[in-house]
């Protein structure tokens, strides 16, 4: 064994002589004077390469970024290594420069938020320590602070409930996952069979997927108006569906518009007929956080498990997923024996088991970021900048109101996303104009402007349209910084 304090008094055969960096191990006693200095390499080369892109993405398009790439960083595995400072400045300054920023409040196209600084060096110490948690001797401390996270989050979610949980995920799509998987396994205890699952046609892609994957039949859609589902219709399809188990997923936060669903209204529908509800608030569970705001979502806590994202209105590194239950014995049926991690008599002996909380074996401590953000604003602090953001998004939508060459999809906006269209558009056939949409928005991406997404949507005449989607998750940008962009789009020429 090596002696406790022994340092090695050089690389390994085979690495750079003169850069024992590149070998230099990140735990330890003796790794964090070697992450600082390489640490302090990758932060000049980030700050490099956001001075030379300019903007919220490169210009170029695919193929002038991958060229870019290509050139900076080719070939990625060479005969002789080039060193840590070289490597990680050279590859760190290109990704930057070919990145699409959403610290930059025209990156405003999808739910991709900027990370708060303390959650990414909160990330940084979880990489460095490297736990990982399928067992506790991997992850002592980490196991602990996971379930203070996980407890406070549950309670955020059923505040005054007995015995909720909630489990850390990958994201909305594995916390839609398990909760399909935890429905059908609840049925089949029953001797019920597989659960129908019903959801609306605003959905997300991910609960047709899950029901694909965990072998039941593909979702029942729903009827949407004005993009949210409608509790008649709800009525309807459950008279339909012959009886038995069933499991409605409504959506708090729609991907294209950030539409919320009449969540009281469908909890007493689907519990007239004794069907179970399922939230996907992967958008908009940080709701929760404001008291102001926190309304919006009322009816949630009737929901037997709940989907939430804190790297979308949470402002954590991807991944920050949660997935809440109202009953914590309800997730029994995750618990897997291996004996090399949680054998029994470990068990027996007061050695928590985890291959019980997540899909996964191997996973990363996203708890220690989620817990350091937390802790460092608190629920008021965490409040205030949801609020910001849904107020940032408001005054954009008065200003796309007050354009006279813009136009907004009618009706209110959802959470923090605004729909809008150059009123050139309107002007054309409505094929024509869809096209100029999609045109604008590449354009924007081509040039490196602004980073827009695409969303189609009924207009006031009952037709669908394509519209330019702005979802604003940057928690200081201002309605100014958005003015030249909102020029541009009204006047473009091409």
């Known amino acids: 064994m090596t002696p406790r304090g022994h340092r090695p008094k050089g690389p390994p055969a085979g690495c750079r002589p003169d850069d024992p960096l590149a070998a230099a191990v990140a735990g330890g006693a003796h790794g964090p004077p070697a992450v600082r200095a390489l640490t302090e390499v990758v932060l000049d080369a980030l700050a490099d390469g956001s ?35 070289a490597a990680l400045h050279g590859l760190v300054r290109a990704v930057a420069e070919g990145a699409a920023d959403p610290g930059d409040p025209a990156c405003a196209a999808h739910l991709h938020c900027p990370p708060l600084a303390v959650a990414a060096a909160a990330d940084l110490a979880a990489a460095v320590l490297n736990p990982s ?67 609306g046609t605003n959905a997300h892609h991910s609960v047709g997927r899950a029901a694909w994957l965990l072998g039941l039949a593909a979702p029942v859609p729903v009827g949407c108006r004005a993009g949210r589902m409608v509790p008649e219709a709800l009525d309807r399809a459950l008279r339909g569906a012959g009886g038995g188990p069933a499991l409605v997923v409504a959506t708090a936060g729609t991907t294209d518009e950030g539409l919320i669903d009449p969540l009281p209204e469908i909890a007493r529908v689907a519990a007239a007929h004794g069907a179970e509800l399922h939230v996907d608030a992967a958008y908009g569970g940080p709701l929760l956080f404001s008291e102001r705001l926190a309304g919006r979502l009322r009816g949630i806590e009737s929901a037997v498990s709940v989907a939430l994202d804190l790297h979308k209105l949470g402002w954590q590194p991807v991944a920050a997923g949660v997935l809440a239950v109202a009953d914590g014995g309800s997730l029994r049926p995750l618990s897997l024996r291996a004996d090399y991690l949680n054998a029994e008599d470990d068990t027996e002996a007061g050695l928590p088991d985890l291959l019980g909380r997540s899909l996964h074996t191997s996973r990363r401590p996203d708890a220690l970021k989620i817990a350091a953000t937390f802790r460092a604003l608190g629920r008021a602090g965490l409040g205030a900048l949801v609020e910001h953001c849904v107020d940032t998004a408001e005054r954009f939508a008065e200003c796309v109101d007050a354009h006279p060459a813009l136009r907004r999809r009618p009706g209110a906006i959802g959470i923090s996303t605004v729909l809008f269209r150059p009123a050139a558009a309107d002007a054309l056939p409505r094929a024509e104009g869809d096209a100029l949409v999609a045109e604008i928005r590449r354009e924007l991406l081509y040039r490196g402007r602004a980073v827009l997404g695409r969303a189609v949507a009924e207009d006031a005449d009952g037709l669908p349209r394509r519209w330019l989607k702005a979802t604003l998750l940057h928690p200081q940008a ?13 006047g473009w020429g091409g």
């Open 51 to 85: 001075a030379a892109r300019g903007g919220p993405l490169p210009s170029g398009g695919p193929a002038g970024v991958a060229e870019r790439v290509r050139a900076a960083c080719a070939p990625v595995l060479p005969e002789a290594g080039v060193g840590a400072r």
């Open 133 to 199: 948690l399928d067992s506790w001797d991997q992850a002592p401390s980490a196991t602990a602070l996971e379930e203070l996270t996980t407890a406070a989050l549950a309670a955020l979610v059923y505040p005054g409930a007995a015995g909720p949980d909630a489990l850390v995920t990958s994201g909305g799509t594995e916390s839609n996952l398990v909760a399909l998987l935890l429905a059908r396994e609840r049925a089949a205890a029953r001797g019920a069979g597989a659960p129908r699952v019903l959801c």
């Open 478 to 490: 201002v309605p100014g910084d958005f003015a030249p962009l909102l020029d541009r789009i009204a």
